[in-house]
């Protein structure tokens, strides 16, 4: 069987693009698994420490992404949902990890890479820059990888945005099986889940991913947001002057995503969904998209609004998910000590 493992950040309500991009993913995943395949679905919190949050905000977040997971569809009787934050195998094994990790191949993430020319923006020399990056967005790659390793995962859906982290999971197994295992295959080589519905673009700036972090909230349509949100942020988003609608990524972004948002919601390509738009002008198609997404959006939302008010029911579930995630991992440490000389 397979063992399927992903994360997602606890801040803030998830958006359209964490949805479509990941999360709806999950719960497609868990319905068609086999018997025997395992799922891992956790909310990791320490990830989250890596910008500067304000803790009052990020111990809501951490709750509001559990009622979200539930209210989409993933069942904690099924699957192993749970914080990252409760379970010490991560960070242990995280450690152990980095003691193998060329810092070279950290410099080369370019998540790294984009933080780093923030910073220079921000003024001064790299040295300068460097130094005041805090070390936690630096070894970020290597506690995802932890992650993973723990269960031992062999499938991580993720959208494309986490290809580079996947393929230093990739090496990191590689590494340890070479330098400590005697069974060569003791970490399996996880391999990338990709979303069928492409990148969510920002419906201001389609040159960039719809993001969490991003100050305009109107670039983004959160799971929360009310039918009358939804509609006026897909009518403001930005689209292009060219007559007619037509998916062509490239040239017309901001159109080509409004296609994929709604082929995603359609499930449909956004090509199938263009041929039917050809003649239609883009009032149409941002009408026909708000009324989609309004429609996939609506029973998560109401389930959501439910599940956040029962608190002793999410300490619940939060505490057996802890519990099952840390019976699993606890077995693979306890190997991975005994390999590294450490017990
Ligand atoms: P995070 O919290 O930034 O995002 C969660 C998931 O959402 C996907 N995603 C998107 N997909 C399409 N379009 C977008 N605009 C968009 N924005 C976000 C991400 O690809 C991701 O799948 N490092 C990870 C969390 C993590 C993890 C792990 C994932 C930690 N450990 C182990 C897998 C396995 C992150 O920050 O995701």
Not at 17 to 39: C, H, I, T
């Amino acid at each position: 069987g397979r063992v399927i493992f992903s994360g997602i950040q606890p801040t803030g309500i998830p958006h359209l693009g964490n949805y479509l991009g990941a999360l709806s993913n999950w719960v497609k995943l868990q319905r068609n698994a086999d018997p025997e395949d395992e799922l891992f679905f956790s909310i990791v919190g320490w990830h989250a420490l890596t910008l500067p949050q304000d803790p009052q905000e990020l111990s809501a977040s951490r709750m509001n992404m559990l009622a979200t997971l539930l209210a989409i569809g993933i069942d904690p009787k099924r699957s192993v949902v749970f914080h990252q934050d409760d379970n010490q195998c991560h960070t242990e094994l995280a450690w152990i990890l980095s003691c193998v990790t060329p810092i070279g191949k950290l410099r080369r993430m370019t998540t790294w890479k984009s933080r780093l020319a923030d910073s220079r923006n921000a003024g001064s020399d790299s040295e300068v820059d460097e130094s005041l990056l805090n070390a936690g967005l630096f070894t970020y790659p290597i506690l995802q990888a932890a992650d993973i390793m723990a269960y031992r995962a062999t499938h991580i859906p993720v959208g494309e945005d986490q290809t580079q982290h996947l393929e230093l999971s990739r090496e990191l197994a590689n590494i340890f099986n070479r330098t400590f295992a005697a069974r060569k295959r003791f970490f399996p080589i996880p391999t990338q889940v990709n979303t069928p519905s492409r990148r969510i673009l920002s419906l201001r700036d389609p040159t960039s991913k719809m993001s969490k972090s991003s100050p305009d909230v109107q670039s983004r349509i959160l799971l929360t947001d009310s039918t009358s949100k939804i509609k006026s942020k897909i009518q403001a988003s930005v689209t292009d002057s060219i007559l007619g609608v037509t998916y062509d990524p490239v040239n017309r972004p901001g159109t080509s995503n409004l296609l994929t948002i709604l082929a995603a919601c359609t499930d449909e390509s956004p090509e199938e969904v263009a041929s039917r738009y050809e003649g239609k002008s883009h009032r149409e198609l941002k009408a026909d998209t708000a009324d989609a997404v309004e429609e996939l959006l609506k029973g998560p939302r109401e389930d959501f609004e439910r599940i956040r008010n029962e608190k002793g029911y999410l300490t619940e579930i939060a505490k057996q998910g802890a519990d099952r995630a840390r019976e699993r991992s606890s077995a693979t440490l306890k190997e991975v000590r005994t390999m590294v000389g450490l017990s």
